[in-house]
């Protein structure tokens, strides 16, 4: 930051977005990126229980997926729907709510990945979430694909699984 400069003025937003992102960046120096991913995963498992009541979507893959949109809306993502069946959603994103920190801090992803993987099995029982394309990893945006229904065809290194009550 440099002095003057009102893009880079130090407000609370820009301060908690910077400790995230130096936090994140600590942990995936210290316990690595899989660990470091780990406690973002259940801080968003978290965040999720606590945001449940907000949403009404018990069934309703659209509703789930404009829920999860207005989700991240409400903390200045830019999410839209790419695509909804019954079994799957398709979502796209613009802006992180991260911002330009979350660049080169993939383990701040989990916390989409949890948050919207905790929303979605709570309302169908089971969810599968892959993280396709991410900010943090250098995409221009982001690519998400929720299944909602379990299937060997959906499995994927780089998905996580998430089973409702």
Known sequence: MTAGND??????????????RELSGTLEEVVG???ASGFFALTGQRIAERS?????????AQKLAEALCDFKRRIEGDFYIVDVTPDRI????RTCPFGSMVANRPSLCMMTSNVFGTLAADAFGYARVDLKETIANGDKGCRVVIDLKRSAASASLSSREYFGE
């Open 7 to 20: 893009a880079d003025a130090l407000d609370r937003d820009i301060f908690l977005r910077t400790m995230l």
């Open 33 to 35: 990126i899989e660990q």
């Open 52 to 60: 449940l009541e907000m949403y009404d979507v018990q069934g309703d």
């Open 90 to 93: 398709v979502l796209g994103n």
